[in-house]
């Protein structure tokens, strides 16, 4: 077993824990297996946000308000495309401007697209792309096959393409900035296949940390790889899972409202009940502390410190303290 540590990822809560992780270990120990159900494909390009997050924000040039995109960036390109908007025919997606690309970040869509269009592997493609960056770490596509989230809607207030109410993510996520009501959720994940490394990823490392990202679309396409939540089970007790619920609820997109919709706790508790038969302990705020023997009984140990990472410090410290956490069984 290697010194190396493999962090599930997805979305702005996880890019933000890598970077912190930097702070305590070498970018050479870490290998991020990264969410691929939110990718989509807009005006031809493959775009893959929850990579592209953890692109920019490791390689530091992470737009610090919005969370996502290029510091500095520029809208030229979209508001060009502006113009098509009273010629486009009814039921055309072309030219479309609800999902915002910089300018600059464009040139990662290119690049991705045009090395795809040529036979190379998402994963071939994220590492170029990571290189080109500068990042250090390993950044893993968690498949190389097209792997969608989809979200069921209320069909009246969004039929989607076959009028049964099922939109893709970015269409929930962005295009209704996630404020209708979820119904159900359809994982591509469990119709796709895990690459050998992401599998050698999580089987390997000497642990396992769970990102504070949302357990329902950013960690469960990640599990529903067939294969994946046997091999974490396998390895429980050296997994240490982050969460990103806050006193019930989430700093940053829609889990709280989400783990409310599937039936589920919108806490800490009921974080740990999402993730008791995969990992072994479970970073919670200081907020949540009141919630320890409560998640003790869901069959996991509840480790308390500050979780929002306002600081550099704080932000290392929970780095620091969720790999004491996954490596107490190591020894």
Not at 210 to 225: E, Q
């Amino acid at each position: 077993m290697t010194r190396r540590i493999t962090v599930l990822c997805g979305g702005v809560g996880a890019a933000r824990f890598l970077r912190a992780l930097l702070a305590v270990v070498d970018a050479g120990d870490i290998c991020a297996v990264v969410n691929t159900g939110d990718d989509t494909v807009l005006h031809g390009l493959h775009i893959a946000p929850d990579l592209d997050t953890v692109t920019y924000t490791v390689g530091g040039a992470i737009d610090p308000e919005r969370g996502w995109g290029l510091s500095n960036e520029t809208w030229n390109a979209m508001d060009a495309l502006g113009r098509y908007g009273s010629v486009r025919p009814s039921g055309s997606t072309a030219g479309g401007t609800w999902f915002g690309l910089g300018d600059r970040d464009l040139a990662t869509h290119l690049y991705r697209t045009a090395r795809l269009a040529e036979g190379a592997t998402l994963t071939e493609v994220s590492g170029e792309i990571a290189r080109a960056w500068g990042l250090g770490i390993t950044l893993l596509p968690m498949s190389d096959d097209p792997a969608p989230t989809r979200v069921g809607v209320d069909p009246s207030i969004d039929p989607g393409p076959d009028g049964d109410g099922m939109i893709g993510f970015q269409e929930y996520f962005v295009r209704h900035r996630h404020g209708i009501e979820t119904r159900s959720l359809d994982l591509g994940a469990r119709r796709a296949q895990p690459t050998d490394a992401v599998i050698t990823a999580i089987t390997e490392a000497e642990v396992v940390l769970i990102a504070p990202s949302n357990p329902l679309v950013s960690i469960a396409p990640i599990r529903a790889l067939p294969g994946v939540d046997a091999a974490l089970a396998a390895r429980r007790d050296t997994v240490a899972a982050i969460s990103p619920l806050i006193g019930g609820a989430a700093l940053k997109g829609p889990a709280d409202r989400m783990m409310a919709e599937a039936g589920l706790r919108p806490d800490a508790i009921g974080v740990a009940e999402a993730y008791t038969s995969i990992a072994r302990a479970l970073v919670i705020d200081r907020v949540d502390a009141a919630a320890v023997d409560s998640i003790a009984a869901a069959g996991m140990e509840a480790v308390v410190t500050d979780t929002i990472m306002s600081t550099p410090e704080i932000a290392a410290n929970l780095a620091a303290v969720t790999l004491r956490a996954a490596r107490a069984a190591v020894g």
